[in-house]
Structure formats: C-alpha cells, structure tokens
C-alpha cells in the first residue's frame, strides 16, 4: 500500500505494468502538492537569480549576444529550478527506504522496471512544474513568448527531468541517511549548473558599461586571458580547461536547446543536442531501474 492509498496491482514481474507506473506516478505529484517548501525553493530561486542577479548584473552587463543578461539566464534558472526538483525527487528515495515503503514494493509483483519508470516520470512532471515558475516572470524581463514556445520547452523540461531523476536515483540507491543531501547539493547540482553555460557564455561578446575606457595595458592583460575589448564590448573565451567540462556536462546540451527554444541562440551544435536530449534520458532510466532493483 503506497501513500496514495491505492494497492499495487499484481502482475508478473516480467511484464511491463502501465498502472504500476500510473500508481507511482501519481504518488510522486501528491507528494509534491503536500510539500509547499519546494514551490517555495522554487519560487525564491527564481526572484534570487532571475530578478536580483539577472538586473543586478544586468546594470554592468548590458547585453550578451544581443539579449539582455536577465533574458540570458532565463534558461538557466529554469533548469536550475529542474534540476533541484529532479534530484529532490530522486533523494525522496532514502525515506521510501527508511520507512519501509521501498521493500513493500520490492517484494510485490510489481515489476520494478514499471516502479522505476512511474518514479522518474513522476520526478520529471514535477520538474516541468518547478521549472515552469520562472515563465511567470517572462513578462518583466521582456522575452517574446508564445504557445509553441511552452510546450517546445515543456518538451525539453520534461526530457532533462526523466534523466536527472534517474541520475539522481542512481546516486540515492548508494545513500543511507538524508544527511548526505547536502553533498550532493554542493557536489552535484552546482557543478551541473555553473559548468553548463547558465550564468555565462561559453563563446561570445559581452557589452558592458565603460569598455571603451579601458587601459591599453588592462587590455593587453586581459587578451593573455582570452578577453579581447572591442568596440562596446568584449569577446569572451573560456580557458580550455573550463571548456572541456563544460562539454562533458549533459547538462549543456539540454540547456543549450532550452536557450534555442525560448530565445531561438544557441553554443552547441543542434544534432548533438537532439542525441542528448531523446537518447540520454533512456539510457539513464535503464541505468536507474537497475540500480533499484541491485538495491532491493
């Protein structure tokens, strides 16, 4: 018996089992109406990053690659805001462990590939949720939107969100205690973050205020770091080192389609994102129903 009060069905454990996942789905989206810290988290990730940060340094920051730096980061805060919901999901997995609930369901007859798919599926609805929040601010920030728009979003959202939860999954099958959440997010989320273009290009030009007014020999220092000024802005160039995680992080690639989608710019090519997007999420979830059924 699950939290939502209904029993799982008895199946074969060698059959795919669409209630079992409807049932676990469910589960998850009651769990999250019930929990209003995290609408809360949500909500003041998005006013901390999108409006303070995003107008704070949008005063010295006045436009990178044409859109001003609180447009920029919109996607950002919305995978931020995926991320955290994702991974919150995911470590929900430690109490269902703690209580019991995970071996009620383990020696079911659900199988526990269906258990796994209705846990990310419903990890992933609530990351579109979660994610969604900064869009009631598009309005102030100025970004065009559109109907398309949303559901391409919810789309790529929805994607991030099934191989996060998974990702996460696999990290809560090895922990026993919720005191390790606050590793994974310091160890986890913000290197997800940080490392995948959210706050600043990978490659571009940045304008700015007082460019023009530059020293010749700050400007030289700085063209030795790969920042060159001209005109009313600079060219920026990541340190190569700095560019090779950003390209190992999956994280990129989602959010660079992300980018594509809400303000039509993207850094990385257009195919691998695509392969990132609809083949990473299904690799993911096999790895994570492993890892549930390894632990039971």
Not at 21 to 39: A, D, T
Not at 50 to 69: D, M
Not at 201 to 216: A, K, N, S, T, W
Request: glycine fraction near 10%; aromatic fraction near 10%.
């Amino acid at each position: 018996m699950i939290a939502t009060g209904e029993p799982l069905p008895r199946v074969n454990r060698s059959m795919f089992a669409p209630r079992v996942i409807w049932v676990m789905w469910r589960r998850e989206l009651v769990r999250y109406g019930r929990n209003r810290s995290q609408i809360f988290g949500g909500l003041s990730r998005t006013v901390l990053w999108l409006l303070i940060l995003g107008f704070g340094l949008g005063a010295s920051l006045r436009q990178i690659e044409g859109y001003s730096y609180a447009q920029y980061i919109l996607p950002g805060v919305v995978t931020l805001n995926v991320l955290f919901a994702s991974l919150q999901s995911a470590i929900a997995l430690v109490w269902d462990r703690q209580v019991g609930l995970l071996r009620e369901v383990q020696v079911s007859p659900a199988p526990m590939l269906s258990v796994a798919l209705g846990k990310l599926l419903g990890g992933a609805t609530i990351a579109v949720a979660q994610g969604s929040i900064p869009f009631l601010f598009i309005p102030i920030i100025g970004v065009p939107f559109s109907v398309t728009k949303l559901l391409l979003a919810w789309a790529v959202m929805f994607s991030m969100g099934v191989f996060l939860t998974a990702f996460g999954v696999v990290l809560a099958s090895r922990m026993r205690t919720f005191e390790g959440f606050g590793s994974i997010s310091n160890g986890v989320i913000q290197p997800l973050y940080f490392l995948s273009g959210s706050i600043f290009p990978i490659r571009g030009i940045i304008g700015g205020v007082g460019f023009l007014d530059i020293p010749e020999e700050l400007r030289n220092e700085l063209a030795r770091l790969g920042v060159y000024a001209i005109g009313g802005g600079w060219v920026v160039q990541l340190p190569v080192w700095i560019r090779v995680l950003v390209f190992a992080n999956p994280v990129s690639y989602q959010l660079d389609l992300l980018r594509f989608v809400l303000l039509d710019f993207r850094q990385l090519p257009m195919v691998v994102d695509l392969l990132v997007i609809t083949i990473l999420p299904v690799i993911a979830a096999l790895v994570a129903a492993v890892a549930m059924a390894k632990r039971s």
